[in-house]
C-alpha cells in the first residue's frame, strides 16, 4: 500500500514538474520574442576635446564613442591617431579622418599643415592691407603690388598689378619682430599657401607695396587684369602693364579728347594819372580800356 501511494506521488511530481518547464519555456520564449533586441554598435574614437590646428595627438585626447555605423574614412585605431598632427580644427567629440591628419612623422606644427609640393609664405601687412582682419585661416585672397618697375618714378608714374590670384591664407595673427633699436614691436603677420615659384616672386615683390584683397571663397576663377599706372588714373583709360607670368606686349589706348581752351581776352592799356596837390601825391588807374587792334 505505501508502495503504491509512494508510485502515484512521484507520478504527480514528474507530471507536474515537466508541465511547469514546458509552461516556462513557453513564457520565457513570448518575453524574449517582445523585448527588442539591442543593436549592434562599433566603439569609434572621438575627441576628448577641441583639438587646434597644428596639434599632436596623445592618449589623453583620444575617447571612445558608440556608433551604429562608424562614420565613411574614419580613423579607429589608436596606432593609427597617436602622435600624428591636426591640420584642420577637429572639434570635441568629433571622429578623427585621414583628411584632417598630417602624414604619419610629419609632426605637428604649423609645418605639418603644408602640403606636399607647397610653401608657406610671410607677408607683414597692417589692418589695411590685411583687409582690416577679415583675412582668415581658410580664406582665399588676390595678392596685389604696386611700386615703380624702374626703381625710381618713371614717366607713367607708380604702376599696380594683381600678382598672385586665388591663395589660400593659411594663417593670420601677430608676431613680434625687432625695429631699428632692437626693441619688440608686434605687426600683423599673413601665411599664404604658394608654389616654389610663386614664393620667389613674393620675395621680389617684398620690397614693393603688398596689398591683399579677399575673395569669395566659391570664386576660383583667374581673371587677367591690365594693370593699371597712376598716369592712366586721370585719363579716363586704363593702360595695361606688362606681367611676370605673362610677358605680353603693352597696349596703349588712345588719349581722351580734351575740350578746347576758351581764347584769351583782348589785350587792355592800363592809364596812370599822377596828381599832385601840394606836397600831396596821389595815382589814379584806369583799366580794362580795350585796345583795338589795327588791320
Known sequence: MKKRLLSVIAFALAVSAGAAFVLYQLIASRVKASTPVAPKTTKVYVAAHDLDLGALIQEKDLRFQEYLTPPAGSVTKKEDLVGRGVITPVHEDAPFFEASLAPRGAGAGFASIIPKGMRAFAI????????????????????????????????????????????????????????????????????????????????????????????????????????????????????????????????????????????????????????????????????????????
Open 124 to 295: 607683414r601687412v597692417n589692418e589695411v592691407a590685411g583687409v582690416a582682419g577679415f583675412v582668415v585661416a581658410g580664406m582665399h585672397v588676390d595678392v596685389l603690388v604696386s611700386g615703380s618697375p624702374n626703381g625710381a618714378m618713371s614717366e607713367g608714374g607708380s604702376v599696380s598689378r594683381t600678382l598672385l590670384q586665388n591663395v589660400e591664407v593659411l594663417s593670420a595673427g601677430q608676431n613680434y619682430q625687432k625695429d631699428a633699436e632692437g626693441k619688440p614691436v608686434l605687426v600683423q603677420v599673413v601665411n599664404i599657401l604658394v608654389t616654389p615659384e610663386q614664393a620667389e616672386i613674393m620675395d621680389l615683390a617684398a620690397d614693393q607695396k603688398i596689398q591683399l584683397v579677399l575673395r569669395n571663397p566659391t570664386d576660383h576663377d583667374v581673371v587677367k587684369t591690365p594693370g593699371a599706372s597712376t598716369a592712366n588714373l586721370f585719363e579716363g583709360g586704363t593702360r595695361s602693364v606688362a606681367t611676370v607670368s605673362s610677358p605680353v606686349r603693352a597696349r596703349v589706348y588712345p588719349p581722351v579728347a580734351r575740350a578746347p581752351l576758351p581764347p584769351p581776352p583782348p589785350p587792355t592799356s592800363n592809364i596812370t594819372v599822377e596828381v599832385f596837390a601840394g606836397n600831396h601825391r596821389s595815382e589814379t588807374t584806369f583799366v580794362d580800356v580795350p585796345v583795338e587792334a589795327k588791320p
